[in-house]
């Protein structure tokens, strides 16, 4: 089972990014998935979710409106479009999901909000 998130880097406030996960070992069409987000010294906070067949998606209040999760179950990846970027959106970003019980997160990817 494996998690590989790409797509972080610098940008500007108000810019935008899209993350990508690709996914592997596991049947993703019949797994829902998360992004994630964890800024230096906090915890990790719960960034969108989306369900299985991608209907059924939920985000947090704090990037409601500004940010968007899909997915390709065709392709086997999920993916979160970030516009208006703030600079409080800098962390590591993660996709994950649960396999036969167990969490399973990526690696992460950095994303940086600055002039």
């Known amino acids: 089972v494996q998690l590989v998130e790409s797509g972080g880097g610098l940008v500007q406030p108000g810019g935008s990014l899209r993350l990508s996960c690709a996914a592997s070992g596991f049947t993703f069409s019949r797994t829902g998935m998360s992004w994630y987000r964890q800024a230096p010294g906090a915890e990790r906070e719960l960034v969108a979710t989306?369900?299985?067949?991608?209907?059924?998606?939920n985000y947090a209040d704090s990037v409601k409106g500004r940010f968007t999760i899909s997915r390709d179950n065709a392709k086997n990846t999920v993916s979160l479009q970030m516009n208006r970027l703030k600079p409080e959106d800098t962390a590591v970003y993660y996709c994950?999901?649960?396999?036969?019980?167990?969490?399973?997160r990526g690696q992460g990817t950095q994303v940086t909000v600055s002039s």
């Open positions: 989306i369900s299985s067949g991608g209907g059924g998606r």
């Open positions: 994950s999901t649960w396999v036969a019980g167990a969490i399973v």
